[in-house]
């Protein structure tokens, strides 16, 4: 229960922040270190979403319960999706071809998990 406490708390600050950076900034002057900033709150605020997410699955879809480190190691991969997104957006590149490959690529992740954790 206390790392779901961490996880929440994480997010909310990381909500905070990512709220603070849209609007206290603009993309020519956050710089370098201003956009890692900004992937990283994504990220994290992503995290916790996906671990209430998938843990609530678990749980009321499938009836059972699922170890911490595989709930979390669920939520990192599933996490990524929006940075991949925004990653395919700057590029330029949303299309049926990327959705196809990054759906492909969660797939194959998740299920790595699913065999080995």
């Given at each position: ?30 710089g ?27 749980r ?16 990192a ?16 590149a ?24």
């Amino acid at each position: 229960m206390k790392h779901n406490q961490i996880i929440l708390a994480s997010s909310i600050i990381g909500l905070a922040a990512l709220i603070m950076i849209l609007n206290l900034t603009s993309p020519t002057e956050i710089g370098p270190f201003g956009v890692l900033l900004f992937f990283t709150t994504v990220y994290i605020v992503s995290f916790g979403i996906m671990v209430f997410l998938i843990g609530s699955f678990f749980r009321i879809a499938l009836k059972k319960q699922v170890s911490h480190s595989k709930l979390y190691l669920y939520a990192a991969i599933m996490a990524f999706v929006p940075i991949m997104l925004m990653m395919a957006r700057s590029f330029g590149a949303i299309n049926l071809w990327t959705i196809s490959l990054m759906t492909i690529f969660v797939f194959l992740a998740e299920f790595l998990v699913y065999k080995r954790a």
